[in-house]
């Protein structure tokens, strides 16, 4: 009997069943692989202050990982024999249990003062370097073997990308949703352990099948399967499927570090950018159209001259609503649009681990570009509108051969050279550039009409109008960043020139007027009249001696400037880069407390360190952006403080925050270690907005209701009482939070 003859004796059912089979097993082995991901990076976010970058370190990891999976996944392919690839696997996936259950590899306690990027990657290598690794080349391998048995629909194998995608999809979407809010983190672990011995048999099962099978005897010299390899990828081909994928990958990391800035470095943040990623693929790797590619083409351009008009006019996200909406809106249909094309590219089922390891292998890069190289290049986020103009270039037409033919595209390029070279030699702004930026502003959505099927003219078109903005903010002398793995901070001069500000994201640090004389005062959230100001007075006067204050979260260093003779202050600060500002862009602490110590690395552990019961008061104000690092908010963080408090003292967290209603979290997980809160939102009357003397929202945390004194009712605290979940390292739930703020 041939080998086609022995295929079609095998009856329809079986084939079905088969297919179901390794459909569970790619759709189980995504999910495990993709509800790792935010489950293990928030197990690391208390040691790196809850930043934004350690997830855009993580994914580099997870996509390096990913290649080296697929790059596995091709060699048991294309070098062994069926039996011989399956054993191995099987060996690989049990060796991978050694590392259950998942947790944080010993020896890996406080990270260092710099460096932090490779002591992230070390910590995951260490951690969950071999699962992920065993997991990640599932996908391409269980492809492989099924497009092997030529069962079902083993002759189109690339249906099952989709489904493993769908269960990528449903791992990350239930996790703020559903996992985070109802588990905690020991529970989501054992589930995870549990799912991964499950995955072992099923891959079991299906290696057991593809060697029974009349297939698995065929000699597959070079390649998976004996028909259906076509020609072999060219050099163009391969820089195709590399272009495509680097693209999306790296403007989803770009994208998950602007949300996450400005509203939660949590899962919940992450996820979105990333599940979108994932829906991409599930929707482009179908036999038929399932959204018209033509229909993202026309809609591309306009989606994202918006978001580089939001970009250059540097606007804050007032709200989850529209402003968020645009920029994932954007990234979907760029990455449908840059998707569509791979899948449009793809190969003959006998080069699909190769396809799969290419395209892994963009991935990697476009991570690499954006989570590494860019926070290093750039003193701002630069890679941003450099990405929006790559991903004009993933359309249609856009070839090297139509650049040379098109002289305004040459025109565009020449003016963006000229610009950047005058932005590297400091020429000033001149009126000219602030009309050409109104004239290119007002001209974008021009250029997405009449010119969305020129992908030069527009790219160069985008870039220039943000370069623009940035050479003339450089250009007055007012405005400079500065960039660390913890942000992108931006030093800048209000436009009536009578105040200095330390901004992150959309949020003020620290305010100083300009040419002021005597001790600077205090200003933003921090001026006296302010619930901060308050907490500081009400300690003194019911101490009536010198105090001893800890203040987690350095800023401009504001707050210095409440040290009066005799105190002891000490801060707290993650960024090394933000204690390099505070002492030299503003006066406060060289003015103020010169002589106050900072120490540098995340308060959780920097405090437990310190002396105990050594200060009167601390004050926790560790936003970065209005991003508020959860672990600075739970029970275990709570006992940190309450140890480092002298008897009677008194914790003042800071949470205004535009996207989370945190008081409730506060008072609830006080209340659970046996403490009272009181808390106020003070609002700024206008004139003193004007004098840039913020609204803030505080709570004050005490063992004894006399810790409290003038903070009482009459002076706008209340106490705070809640029905929320205490949180603690093992639970917190971001969405409840926002929930709270929008719906209260």
């Not at 890996?108 to 490779?118: D, I, K, Y």
């Not at 856009?398 to 963006?416: C, E, H, P, T, Y």
């Not at 006066?587 to 540098?600: H, K, N, T, Y």
């Not at 609830?668 to 808390?679: D, H, S």
């Amino acid at each position: 009997m041939s080998l086609a003859d022995a295929r079609a004796s095998l009856p329809s059912s079986t084939g079905s069943w088969i297919t179901a089979v390794f459909g569970a097993a790619v759709f189980t082995s995504a999910a495990l692989l993709f509800a790792v991901q935010p489950l293990f990076a928030k197990m690391v976010l208390p040691r790196l202050g809850g930043s934004p970058g350690v997830w855009s370190v993580a994914m580099v990891f997870f996509q390096a990982m990913l290649l080296g999976g697929y790059a596995y996944a091709h060699v048991l392919t294309t070098c062994l024999r069926p039996r011989a690839a399956v054993a191995v696997h099987i060996a690989v996936l049990a060796a991978a249990t050694l590392a259950l259950p998942l947790g944080m590899a010993a020896g890996w306690g406080r990270p260092p003062a710099s460096g932090e990027t490779l002591w992230l990657i070390g910590l995951f290598t260490a951690s969950i370097g071999l699962p992920f690794f065993a997991l990640s080349a599932n996908g391409p391998l269980l492809q492989a073997w099924f497009a092997r048995t030529q069962c079902g629909q083993g002759r189109n194998p690339y249906w099952l990308y989709a489904a493993s995608n769908v269960g990528s999809f449903l791992a990350l979407l239930s996790y703020p949703f559903l996992v985070e809010p109802l588990t905690t983190l020991g529970l989501q672990v054992t589930a995870w352990s549990q799912g991964f011995y499950l995955l072992i048999a099923l891959v079991a099962f299906c290696g057991a099948l593809l060697v029974q099978l009349p297939a698995a005897e065929a000699p597959a010299p070079g390649g998976l399967i004996e028909t259906g390899a076509g020609a072999a990828p060219d050099f163009r081909a391969i820089a195709g499927w590399v272009g495509f994928a680097f693209v999306p990958s790296a403007l989803m990391v770009a994208v998950t570090a602007y949300l996450s800035t400005d509203v939660a470095a949590a899962p919940f943040m992450w996820v979105l950018p990333l599940g979108l990623f994932l829906l991409t693929f599930v929707l482009v790797f179908q036999d038929r159209e399932l959204v018209s590619h033509r229909f993202l083409l026309m809609l591309q351009p306009f989606l994202l001259i918006m978001v580089v008009l939001t970009l250059t006019a540097q606007t804050a996200i007032s709200a989850l609503g529209p402003v968020v909406l645009l920029h994932l809106t954007a990234f979907f249909v760029t990455a449908m649009v840059c998707h569509g094309e791979l899948a449009r590219r793809r190969p003959a089922p006998g080069h699909l681990t190769a396809f799969y390891l290419w395209m892994s292998f963009g991935g990697m890069l476009g991570g690499i570009f954006t989570g590494l190289l860019a926070p290093h290049l750039f003193s701002w986020v630069a890679e941003y509108p450099l990405l929006l103009g790559l991903a004009v270039l993933c359309r249609p037409g856009a070839s090297w051969r139509a650049f040379k033919a098109d002289r305004i595209a040459q025109g565009l390029a020449a003016a963006g050279a000229a610009l950047v070279f005058a932005g590297l030699i400091g020429v000033p702004a001149w009126p000219i550039l602030a009309a050409a930026a109104v004239l290119l502003m007002r001209g974008l959505l021009i250029g997405a009409i009449l010119w969305r099927n020129r992908p030069f003219r527009l790219m160069l078109l985008m870039l220039l109008a943000v370069g623009i903005m940035r050479v003339f903010d450089a250009g007055t002398g007012e405005t400079h960043t500065t960039r660390s793995f913890f942000g992108v901070h931006r030093i800048s001069v209000t436009d009536d020139g009578r105040f200095k500000q330390l901004a992150h994201g959309t949020t003020v640090h620290g305010i100083e007027r300009i040419a002021a004389t005597g001790r600077p005062e205090p200003l933003s959230y921090y001026h006296a009249a302010g619930p901060l100001g308050q907490a500081i007075a009400a300690t003194r006067e019911r101490l009536g001696r010198p105090i001893r204050v800890a203040v987690v979260g350095l800023g401009s260093g504001s707050l210095a400037c409440y040290a009066e003779p005799g105190d002891a202050w000490r801060f707290y600060e993650i960024d090394v880069e933000i204690e390099r500002i505070a002492r030299t862009e503003f006066s406060f602490l060289r003015q103020c407390a010169p002589e106050a110590p900072v120490v540098l690395g995340d308060a959780r552990l920097t405090l437990a360190e310190g002396e105990q019961g050594a200060a009167d008061l601390i004050i926790i104000d560790a936003f970065s952006s209005d991003s508020i690092p959860s672990h600075l908010l739970t029970a275990e963080a709570l006992a940190v403080y309450r140890r480092k408090l002298a008897p009677g003292g008194l914790v003042a967290l800071h949470v205004s925050n535009r996207h989370m209603e945190l008081s409730p979290v506060v008072a609830a997980t006080a209340a659970a270690q046996g403490l009272a809160a009181r808390g106020i939102a003070y609002v700024s009357p206008p004139e003193a907005v004007e004098a840039k003397r913020f609204s803030a929202t505080v709570v004050v945390v005490a063992e004894q209701a006399d810790s409290f004194r003038r903070l009482d009712a009459a002076h706008g605290w209340q106490p705070l009482r809640s029905d929320v979940r205490p949180w603690t390292d093992d639970y917190s739930n971001i969405v409840g939070a926002i929930i709270g703020r929008y719906w209260r």
